[in-house]
């Protein structure tokens, strides 16, 4: 199946529906513009469903991990700002209002991994690092509760 990606929303939360082969190429650069666009636009909850996707490779398995990256990374939970980290991997202060705390951006979840998604996830490790759900409904239910 060719690779499509299609977006709806529920409630406050922005579902993209994944379908066919997520590998190198075009694939890829869509599902990431995506990401972008709607980390730009401010939507903080997303979920990727994974229901009709056939086959991920490692360079789809990476995309996933940068989306995740985009998603949640860490801001100042006073001000919003992006804050970094020093050479020795501690957080900085942030830079515009000198805060200590920190949140990230954003929850991005899955939903619905084929047989070969979660394999994939399992022999990677990587289930762990991602909040996957066997259902849409559950996953939506997990945004609603925080
Ligand atoms: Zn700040």
């Known amino acids: 199946m060719e690779f499509k990606l299609s977006t709806r929303r529920s409630d406050s939360v922005f579902i993209v529906d994944l379908a066919g082969k997520i590998t190198a190429g075009d694939a890829l650069s869509a599902l990431r ?6 980390v730009a636009k401010g939507h903080t909850k997303i979920l990727l469903n ?6 991920i490779d490692s360079s789809g398995l990476g995309e996933l991990i ?5 998603v949640t990374q ?3 939970a006073k001000c919003g700002a992006t804050v970094f980290k020093d050479d020795e991997g501690n957080w900085d ?5 000198e805060s200590r705390d920190r949140k990230p ?3 991005l979840k899955l939903s619905n991994p ?6 994939l996830l ?3 490790k990587l289930y762990t690092v991602f909040d996957v759900h066997q259902s849409e409904e559950e996953a939506l239910t997990s945004f609603r509760s925080r």
């Open 105 to 107: 951006w954003g929850e």
């Open 114 to 119: 084929g047989r070969q998604v979660m394999d």
């Open 74 to 76: 860490t801001i100042c």
């Open 93 to 97: 202060p942030c830079p515009q209002c």
């Open 33 to 38: 513009q995506t990401i972008r666009d709607e």
């Open 50 to 55: 994974l229901k009709d996707v056939s086959y």
């Open 66 to 70: 940068m989306a995740l990256g985009t």
């Open 122 to 124: 399992q022999f990677t």
